[in-house]
């Protein structure tokens, strides 16, 4: 370890999956290491295939292989005796936010700035009990935030008319979603030849995320279905990314008689050259905080269609819009990519993710925390 380094952060992530929240703090991270930064990143929980990469100046803590939760109870108490300093602490889920925000509070860990980003719209998303146990981790675990993000404005909004004492206690800014637009450059050269063979005959569609429920992956295969039907038969879609809901939408492609159209191909550690060789891109989801694929999407194809999940998806320029989360709306907006020219996205992408470089979104943070 580099004796010179004089600025501590710290990351605390449920576990090493990189989705869309995890390649976020990815970037930070990479960030911070370019900074001079020491930072300890700490996984609750630990897959072997989670993708984070070696990276100067950073030490990886698994602190449970196979449990989440005893993870967070491991970590609770390894703080507490240890009572380690930091610079600077990061955090992207509100679990992760209320344990070390709670540590902080009781100074078990002695942080400087406390930044959390919230990942997701807590109050759209869940309801019952599973909503009144994230009031009260924001209520015990937000004392001590410095800077508490949000991706959107209707994400602000959401979280303060449902928390309105959240403003009193600390500082709410509304930051768009980063991109990393170098490490992008070097991943989209890689090739692929999966879908070569299909592509000669057919128009491929792509899409990528966790195989669950809010990603409305069952809505896009519906539209697919009508899709060809009704206007061309030759149509092919390849789902990329794995998950608990894997087993259903298996089901659902042999139900609908789409073996031969629809692919499932699991978790891919590289997305770029899928979406870059697609003829079109779509973001399904039927709630998101912001969909971090739609920029990744964006950066490759200028055939792009998102659900307006979050958010600030209408205000992008140049991607189709599907206004409603079903499979006719989706159908149409799927009809309209297939049958224009959108060769002219291509300025409009570029400008709008210049814009989001992770550089420029870091260096917003510190500014905010006065670091």
């Known amino acids: 370890m580099n004796k010179s380094l004089k600025n501590k952060a710290l990351i605390v992530l449920p576990n090493n999956k990189l989705g869309g929240a995890e390649q976020v703090l990815l970037m ?6 370019k900074k001079n930064y020491d930072i300890d990143v700490f996984f609750l929980k630990y897959f072997t295939d989670g993708g ?31 009572r380690k300093q930091y610079t600077l602490a990061i955090t992207s889920h509100v679990a992760c936010t209320s344990l070390v ?103 491929i569609i792509v899409t990528a995320g966790r195989l669950i429920q809010e990603k409305g992956f069952d809505i896009l295969i519906k539209s697919v279905k009508l899709l060809i039907e009704t206007y061309n038969p030759n149509i092919c879609l390849y789902i990329l990314g794995e998950g608990p809901e894997r087993a259903k939408l298996e089901a659902q492609i042999i139900a609908s008689n789409l073996s031969d159209n629809v692919f499932l191909l699991g978790f891919q550690s590289n997305v770029y050259p899928f979406f870059r060789k ?30 307006n999940c979050a958010g600030g998806i209408t205000e992008i320029p140049g991607i ?15 009809k309209r990519s297939l049958s224009q020219c959108s060769l002219s996205n291509r300025i409009l992408f570029d400008e709008y993710l210049n814009k989001r470089d992770s550089t420029i979104y870091l260096n917003n943070i510190l500014h905010e925390v006065n670091l």
């Open 28 to 33: 930070l991270v990479e960030g911070l290491a």
């Open 52 to 82: 984070w990469n070696d990276i100067a100046n950073v030490t990886y803590i698994i602190v449970d292989q196979k449990s989440e939760k005893r993870g967070f109870l491991k970590f609770f108490l390894k703080m507490i005796f240890i």
């Open 101 to 203: 925000g709670i540590l902080n509070y009781f100074h078990c860990l002695k942080i400087k700035k406390v930044v959390c980003r919230e990942s997701t719209s807590i109050f759209k998303r869940f309801t019952g009990l599973k909503k009144k146990s994230y009031e009260f981790l924001y209520w015990i675990g937000y004392k001590k935030v410095d800077l508490l993000i949000c991706q959107t404005k209707f994400m602000k909004d959401q979280l303060v008319e449902n928390l309105p004492y959240l403003e009193s206690r600390t500082h709410i800014k509304v930051m768009d979603n980063p991109i990393n637009i170098q490490m992008i450059a070097k991943c989209s050269l890689d090739t692929i030849t999966t879908f070569d063979q299909n592509q000669k005959e057919n128009k």
């Open 278 to 307: 697609a003829d079109l891109c779509i973001v399904s989801s039927r709630i998101e905080g912001f969909p971090n694929v739609l920029l990744q999407m964006m950066s490759q194809n200028v055939n792009v269609i998102s659900t």
């Open 320 to 334: 189709i819009v599907a206004t409603e989360t079903t499979d006719i709306s989706i159908f149409n907006a799927l």
